[in-house]
């Protein structure tokens, strides 16, 4: 039994690695969930925001895993029951868009040509795929969880080649057998164990239970709106996904247009920066107390705001202005569009409908102070349209083409319809001239295509109406009928850290529009709602109730996932016409699928009382702040929805990984760190530890010359301190089973410290703050090292092992074991690695892993107050000491008569107790004590001429010189906060604190 060495110049991955293989070859975490298994203990629930299982993972997924991991192991050594199952998010467009990367295609069409089924099967196989990669990087940062198998992951993705044939899949719990869509439909389920998916049956139909939920409130509607609409991925965005990274610095081609008045003389000036809307323009919008002007322009008569005219026309020379104007005069004016030959236009009576409106919003600091409207294209003009009874033609089709009816532009793309538009303008001679215009434009935040604003039919939660009053005056009743207030009381139960993110929370809520939940794709929930042409429709809320309703359609799906296409052969009767009711194409937002996971991992349909049990969670933790309205968001609303509780009791928020030059990680930028290559290169704990030391509300600049400096000064100390251990304490042979008879007071004093440490790390995890924790930490093992090693070194080079000796090994040991311990939650394979070499071969009986061991406890009774201020005092004077040694250029090897020590009069007698050692500490031969100032620094008054300038105007020189020749009796005063006279030209001049500024200069040097 010998302590085992732990070289200094150690490769850290390749320690890591080492542990890695003693975790695998003993099975340490199944081991551990034995330990909490077959103890009665309080419990502890974490629920995982799920990582998207679409690429490997990315360096920036470190911070928040690390605090997963972290927490979780703090609370099992804390003697608690841990749940903390990992989740992947695995629906929805991000997984589609790059399934139609791999498979090259370009839009829907590719798709559905494809075919429905085959498109599916390979969004859940890649899916499959990349959790298991996702998963050995995770194993590879420490973490510990139910993990599965990854080559199991694998060779159920190549199972599912033929969904409908049996195979046996090997789960944390054992070998189980069904048929390859089956067992990926119960994945994470308890049967197979392992992470959560949200592609699982169980997610699904818990989310129609709870948007059935809605429907029998009445929340659940279907709503025609303008809304941004990608061409390119052919959905919906949802104001969700637009609000932060949502748009992109672009320039246009904007252009100045002449709608051509019908009673009078003129024309209207417009101007827009999306020409394909002009197609559908019914409308022209003024501000009824604007100030209008009709000029002549060349052989043109216009009108445009008067504001606007410089911008407008250039050329002004040649303006004449023939007269003023208010909007408010030009209601009603009757005017012909600039296509209204189309058919489609022709037909919906857009040509008789046209005609200037009034409307609040415009302004005119761009364009010409008159607005185009139009009702199928535009947000604003939608509602425009409804309240002046419009008519809204919509031109586009779901991939942005000009649909039939638009004559010589149907079948033209909407990218590509600018230049067309603008000739056909030109030879109208309605097209007055174009410019170049840079402005914020909405684009897709998946693909980067330009956003268009469609007139859309979608599904909608019902947020309920904004109030205008503050959450506690809305009323009981009000709260019912209001999801929205329902909501916010949820987010008020919930303990944020860092604290703002109740109030970002709260705005969001009381700002959003209704939930969009539908997206017009494939791969992604099924939304459970069956409808009817006549217009009937009804939300299912479980899978039985589908069944028990089908009448047809059943027999083609049963033994599938609720995904498309098969769930789509299901018909259900219409309750009002007695018609077949299909299901709506659409797909769920793929928010709806995280933030169930609540309720769908927690068994909250098959065992209410484990529900209970492990709901809400204590803790959870995400990245700000788009979260707030994405996971953060959906999370509470879902679990209000079902509830009307908070599905979590802590929130910790943290920023995000930015590169070490401040700028995000791009790869094009070259600034970029992948998880593997920093695993590989600098660490897992050192990764781990960035991110833990780093503050949460701040963001975290990354890279190897902070992962460098981190493994200088904080692991080369601890190591070197472990080192010079294990070198005395084998060579002696000592073990923890020789204790000292009595202790140094070096000896006491860092036991004191250590119980300090272990008191305030606990305190800062209780609190989810593992920064000082790290701060604590770091501390503690650089005084160890820096003061109690090198204050003992002497002990330990005895030759005889006395009992001075014995102290001074059992004071370091304990010290070591204890920092291995807070470590161990932190930075878990270097604490394992010090654990299996300084622990495990001396104490017999000691628990296997660092991992299965208890958290140190707070031992009160070895801390002596007084001794350690003393040893507080006597460090910060020798670091003072050292500073004012190299400030005056002597080094510390030249011995000093004295140093001058001035401390407050009641720290003297503390002082002469660590004198021997201060003067030992800076090679002086003697310290002397005072509580006189003057000693060292002496205090020079300069005015301030700002004040005693305007106070004694032309006598202020002379005042500023009196005031230079005060000595330091008057300096006292003044700093004592007292005035003092002086004289001027024989006068009296009372001078005050405010009016002068204390100068201190140092004595010695
Ligand atoms: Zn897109
Ligand atoms: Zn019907």
Redesign the pocket.
Known sequence: MSYKPLDSKVEIPALEREVQRFWEDTDAYRRRVEIQEGEDRPHWSFIDGPITANNPMGVHHAWGRTYKDLFARYRFMRGYEVRNQNGFDCQGLWVEVEVEKELGFESKLDIEAYGLADFVKKCKQRVLNYSAIQTEQSIRLGMWTDWNDPEELRKLAEALENPMEETTYVGSKGPVTGTAEWLVGNLGMPELGGSYYTLSDENNYMIWAALKSCHERGWIYNGADAMPWCPRCSTGISQHEIVTEGYRELTHTSVYVLFRLRDREGSLLIWTTTPWTLTSNVAAAVHPDLTYVKVRYRDEVLYLSKGSLKSAIQDQKNVEVLGELSGAEMEGWRYRGSFDELPLIREMGVPEAHRVILWDEVGEEEGTGIVHIAPGAGKDDLMLGKQYGLPAPAPLDDFGVIIDGFGWLSGVHVYDSAEPIFDDLRRKDLLYRTQRYTHRYPVCWRCGSELVFRYVSEWFIDMGEKLDKPLEEVTEEEKERNLRYQIMESANEVEWIPEFGLKRELDWLRNMDDWMISKKRYYGLALPIWR?????FDVIGSKEELEERAVEGWDRFEGHSPHRPYIDEVKIR?E????L?TRIPDVGNPWLDAGIVGFSTLQYRQDREYWEKWFPAHFITETFPGQFRNWLYAMLAESTILVRRTPYRVCLGHGQVLADDGREMHKSWGNAIWFDDAAETMGADVLRWICCSTKPESNLLFGYKRAGEVRRLFFMTLLNIYNFFYQYASLDGWTPAEQPVELAPLDRWVLGRLSRTVEGVTEALDGYDAQTACVEIDRFVDVLSKWYVRRSRRRFWKTEADDEKRAAYSTLYRCLRTVVLLLAPVTPHLSEALYQRMVRPVEPGVPESVHHCGWPEVDGSVVDVELLAEMDLAMTLSSMGRAARSQCGVKLRQPLGEAVVVVPAEDLPRLGRVSDLVGEELNVKAVRASSDRGLLQSLTVEPVPAMLGRKHGGLFPRVAEAVRGLGSEAAEALSAGEPVTVLVDGLPVEVLPEEVELVSVSRWC
């Open positions: 009817c042409e006549c217009g009937w219409c009002r016409c007695g018609g009711a």
